[in-house]
Structures are given as structure tokens and as C-alpha cells.
Nanobody, 126 residues
Framework: QLQLVESGGGLVQPGGSLRLSCKASGWDFDFYYIGWFRQAPGSEREGIACIASRENMVNYGDSMKGRFTISRDNAKKTSYLQIDGLNHEDTAVYYC???????????????????WGQGTQVTVSS
């Protein structure tokens, strides 16, 4: 079982950048692939990116390529989401999630994830 804690959110001006972190506690972090999602008020949750458990395979959601960069450090049991060029439409609660998978080079945003963090708020405002 994993517990996930996101951090790094906050208030940022348009055009700014943030790096969100997702710190895991528990066992076998490197057997889980990690996904990042966000949900804005009144909107459905949308997938941003996912990263495979032990290889550098990533997938990005539609319209998420370019300004978002996902990464992970298995030694630190942490995943990161770098967001550049923030705009008002990026205001949302950002979540990370983990899914255990037998293959080390696979991830998908459409799968049902096993564990979720509590989320971190990102607000873009001048």
C-alpha cells in the first residue's frame, strides 16, 4: 500500500512556473506507475501525464504536451510535475495517483488507479 502526499502548489502569476512533488510512503514505489491529474471547480478531472515505474516512458494527455513535464526519482520515492507558462485555465487542484503494474515500461491515464493523494491547489492569478 502507498500513501501519496502532493506539495508545491500555491499562488502564481500568469506566465510563471511551478514544480509539484508527489512523495510516496510505503513499499514497492518502483512497481507503480504514477499519474498526475487535475480538477478545476465545476469541471471533470482530467489527466495530465503519467510515467512508467522503472523506465523513462511517459504519456501526456491531450493538449498537455509542451508545458507539462513529468518525472520521478525512485530512490526518493517521489514524482514531479513541472508546469511552465501557467495561465488562468491551469487553476485547479492537482493530484497524483499510483497504479501497480507488472511491466516497467507502461503507463496509462485511462486506467483505474490504486492510490490517490489529497491534492495540492494551484491558483494562477495576477
Amino acid at each position: 500500500q502507498l500513501q501519496l502526499v502532493e506539495s508545491g502548489g500555491g499562488l502564481v502569476q500568469p506566465g510563471g512556473s511551478l514544480r509539484l512533488s508527489c512523495k510516496a510512503s510505503g513499499w514497492d514505489f518502483d512497481f507503480y506507475y504514477i499519474g498526475w491529474f487535475r480538477q478545476a471547480p465545476g469541471s471533470e478531472r482530467e489527466g495530465i501525464a503519467c510515467i512508467a515505474s522503472r523506465e523513462n516512458m511517459v504519456n501526456y494527455g491531450d493538449s498537455m504536451k509542451g508545458r507539462f513535464t513529468i518525472s520521478r526519482d525512485n530512490a526518493k520515492k517521489t514524482s514531479y510535475l513541472q508546469i511552465d507558462g501557467l495561465n488562468h485555465e491551469d487553476t485547479a487542484v492537482y493530484y497524483c495517483a499510483a497504479k501497480r503494474w507488472p511491466e516497467s515500461n507502461y503507463c496509462a491515464l485511462s486506467e483505474k488507479y490504486d492510490f490517490w493523494g489529497q491534492g495540492t491547489q494551484v491558483t494562477v492569478s495576477s
